[in-house]
């Protein structure tokens, strides 16, 4: 099976990073403020300042090991570096950063939670300069924030993992099930065939078999090997959706029936919370188009998540998760509906903003809705939004058709 993997939340890090940089390069007048990245032997721009002055790009990316740069010295001391100036410093003052007349440098690590290097923090100008202790522990502290950022960003990435595990086991065990029914039909139809087999071979050799005896032998064939053709062809249909189902686990860009996408999905989830909310699926049988089925999951996934756990006060049959398509022009357009206590917000762009608060709940809405508009915009090229509702919530998501792997 192929791994799975969870949507890429780097967009999402760089516009909010890249903000703070741009704070960051005011408050201490300096033309550049970078987050840089480690990526196997590479040390690449992960985010910037937009300052005209700012002579580094998004992606640019030097050897790591060796490099002779200030960010190199950083993550392998995991100490913050301050180089006043990199002309009069003889161990600086030969760094690469000089070609940019960046002369001044002031950095700290970024770690993952577990200790390992993310990348650094730094400033740089091309005048000389002694930073001020104050600014010295902002930037400790904002390196702090962001760590803590990363960390949210991991537990995240694992909640995707474990929900789409979750669906994968319930989806196996549901087509598991229906594979059960034809299967042992077909067991038991070869077993009377078997077992008429012996006793009619057992006749003849005593030469005791009649015409009757004969007759019924191949009236009864006749019943058992119908129940395997019909049955056979139920299995050959179970295991041509599960060969779809593998090929809808990859990141892969594929056509997908939605009707079958849904229903699937649909049986997971009655599987799983049958008791708490009733699930309906408004879906054409003809609809195919091309995206990318394991991120649709996810988005699907998290709307239907989010609904169990925030939108309905209590466990009831009342609940309800709708989700429909329609198809305009190239678009195929999305919804999924539920009948719980909604949002109270504002504007309706916020839902999206990570770490708000529903005024009706009190609840954390935490960072799987932006997640969601992310991997819809960025990966999935559509568009989300919650839409106005007098009951529940309806989020609507529109999709275009993908152009299909080679």
Known sequence: MTELAPPDYSTLLVEQWSETLNLIAKILHV??????????????????????????????????????????????????????????????????????????????????????????????????????????????????????????????????????????????????????????VSITAVSVITSQLNELKKRFEQQTLSKNQFLEFVQQTEQCTALLDSNLAKTSTLIERFRDISEQLSLNRVAVNLQQFFTDMEKSYHRAYHEKVGFHITIAPDIKFVTIPMLLQSVIAQLVENAIEHAFTDDSKDNKVLISANVISDEVILTVEDNGIGFQLNDPNEVFSPGIRSDKRHSHIGLGLCIVQKTVLVQLKGTIKLKPSTNGSTFEIRLPNLTPAN
């Open 31 to 184: 033309p550049t403020a970078l987050i840089m990245k480690l990526e196997n032997n590479q040390i690449k721009v992960f985010a910037k300042n937009m300052d005209r002055h700012n002579p580094y790009q998004i992606n640019d990316s030097e050897i790591f090991d060796g490099s002779g740069l200030y960010c190199e010295h950083v993550v392998k001391s995991q100490k913050m570096l301050e180089v006043n100036n990199a002309l009069t410093d003889p161990d600086w003052n030969d760094n690469p950063d000089i070609k940019l007349n960046m002369i001044y440098y002031l950095g700290l690590p970024l770690n993952y939670s577990d200790g390992t290097p993310f990348g650094t923090i730094c400033v740089l100008d091309s005048n000389a300069r002694t930073a001020k202790d104050e600014y010295k522990a902002l930037l400790a502290h904002i390196k702090s924030n962001m760590e803590e950022q990363l960390h949210a960003y991991e537990l995240q990435q694992r909640l995707f993992e474990k929900k789409n595990l979750k669906h994968i086991e319930n989806l196996i065990c549901a087509m598991a099930h229906e594979l059960n029914t034809p299967t042992g």
